[in-house]
């Protein structure tokens, strides 16, 4: 049975036994020399693209920024705020005009949102120690990586942007992160886009987690050789396992994006969520809608016998716990090789994951 808000909801007839629980947050993680991690010097660059905006008086200097940022400028000013420069062959001098008419010196628009954000991030001294650290475990894992810059920018809540890769780049914008008590995220006209359970995220303490998540992401790519839920799962798991790896500290809900109460709820229901999914054969399934059901975001997981009272993301959930598994019985494998595997049945039956 899957418990759901403290209230029991048959799923399936399972049997009645008590089943053995498993607390990831107490789980064995894998073995790393901290001796090693400690002497790295990742030689973090943390530029501060808002601050040197917003500092610029005129378009001129605003043209400027190129220079600094000549990955960055074009895809800030011709992407993520195409819809206040103008379109992509707009003239640079009257995109740098319209970006201080339309944003930088607009009292009720952009200078509000600087001062959120200067309210929320007075300096960027506590979350640099903390990517600092990320990275030094980011060394350890992928010695032969280069470190990107990374960049903060503000956009107008432009919410396909939280994070933005590029080359040897990585932007993180700071309105997706300036607090679930933000009124503005909770405006009636933005309530496709921020819905609640998307907003009680949208606060600092998610910011490193989202980029390193982006990070994770770039490094699989291998493609599938189908789409099948259990495909995604172990893609989901891989992403989730190496953003363990790199924040260890951080809680577990940080990293599924989990209320402790959600979080709670999963690994009390590991065993009986496995159960659902192979009772159900969902494993298999390539509908897209199906899949969704389990991997998607959301206030709950809306597979069939789910619904309100569960965590989300309940197939990511179990397909980290498959790769944990498949990780601890495989000591000799090292991240950077397990992210390349695409054989998702080679994974599940190596791991022998039984709850």
Not at 90 to 97: D, L, P, Q
Not at 208 to 214: E, G, N, V
Not at 325 to 349: C, F, G
Request: hydrophobic share 40%; with cysteine.
């Amino acid at each position: 049975m899957i418990k759901k808000s403290h209230i029991v909801f048959p799923i399936f007839i399972l049997m009645s036994f008590t089943f053995f629980l498993t607390n990831c947050g107490n789980e064995k993680k894998s073995k790393v020399d901290e001796s090693i991690i400690e002497s790295i010097d990742p030689k973090i660059e943390l530029l501060r693209f808002d601050q040197d905006l917003f500092n610029a008086a005129n378009s001129e200097e605003v043209l400027a920024l190129e220079k600094k940022y000549p990955d960055f400028y074009p895809v800030y000013m011709y992407q993520i705020m195409a819809g206040i420069t103008g379109m992509a062959d707009v003239k640079a001098e009257e995109a740098a005009s319209n970006i201080i008419k339309n944003f930088t010196t607009v009292t009720d628009f952009g200078i509000w949102l600087k001062n959120r954000a200067d309210t929320v991030f007075p300096t960027l001294d506590p979350f640099k120690k903390d990517l600092t650290n990320a990275m030094k475990h980011y060394k350890y894992h992928f010695p032969k990586d280069t470190i990107p810059r990374f960049i903060t920018f503000l956009s107008p809540l432009v919410v396909n942007f939280p994070v933005v890769e590029g080359k040897n780049q990585i932007g993180i914008g700071l309105d997706m992160y300036l607090g679930n008590d933000f009124k503005v995220y909770h405006s009636y006209n933005l309530a496709d886009q921020f819905p609640n359970y998307r907003i009680r995220k949208m606060r600092k303490e998610y910011m490193l987690r989202d980029l390193l998540t982006a990070m994770s992401e770039k490094k699989i790519k291998t493609a599938m050789s189908s789409k099948r839920l259990i495909d995604e799962m172990i893609h989901e798991g891989k992403i989730l396992y190496m953003v363990d790896a790199l924040i260890p500290e951080t809680d577990d809900s940080i990293k599924m994006g989990y209320t402790s109460e959600q979080m709670e709820w999963a690994e009390e229901n590991e065993s009986q969520i496995w159960a659902a999914l192979v009772d159900s054969k969902a494993l298999y399934t390539t509908e897209p809608d199906e899949i969704r059901d389990y991997i998607s975001d959301g206030p709950f997981t809306t597979a069939k016998g789910f619904g309100a009272g569960t965590a989300p993301r309940t197939g990511a959930y179990i397909g980290w716990q498959i790769i944990k598994k498949y990780m601890e019985l495989n000591p000799e494998m090292s991240i950077e090789k397990m992210l390349l595997l695409n054989d998702s049945d080679m994974i599940m039956t190596k791991a022998r994951y039984k709850p």
